[in-house]
């Protein structure tokens, strides 16, 4: 692990507490200039055994109150599917962050992708995909393949 003596730079809240949130977690420890600051669950279960795990107190059940009490750079969307439009849109109106990184799928139709975005340009706040295959070496030199 690096040395977080430091302040970070980035405040991070990550909203679901199961699988892929494990490897968000993990990224945020190893990155010094990342604090992985509050996170958010419908499950009390899981958002304590998430928090005790990656050590955050900042927990809370109700998305609201944790954009609401909570100063963050960052949200990482990593609940179900199903609601990333939802969750996002929400985090966008709130105008409480500056990013907001989404897993997959992106969203469950074109219509509320295009409505997420929407949300997050009205807010000036930055959206992104988790796709982190699109930058993958082997995906980079297939391109570079492709275009030659």
Request: glycine content about 8%.
């Amino acid at each position: 692990m690096s040395d977080k003596s430091a302040a970070p730079l980035y405040r991070v809240g990550i909203v679901g507490t199961g699988g892929i949130a494990g490897a968000h977690g993990r990224a945020c420890g190893e990155l010094e200039c990342v604090e992985l600051h509050a996170i958010c669950d419908i499950s009390e279960e899981a958002l304590n055994r998430y928090g005790e795990e990656f050590g955050v107190s900042r927990r809370y059940l109700n998305l609201d109150e944790m954009l609401t009490n909570e100063e963050l750079d960052i949200t990482i969307i990593a609940n179900w599917g199903a609601y990333h439009a939802e969750t996002g849109i929400q985090i966008a109106n709130s105008r409480r962050v500056k990013a907001i990184l989404c897993e997959k799928p992106f969203t469950s139709t074109a219509a509320e992708a295009e409505q997420l975005v929407s949300a997050a340009k009205e807010s000036d706040i930055l959206i992104a995909e988790a796709f982190k295959f699109r930058h993958h070496p082997m995906h980079l030199k297939t391109k570079e393949l492709i275009d030659s």
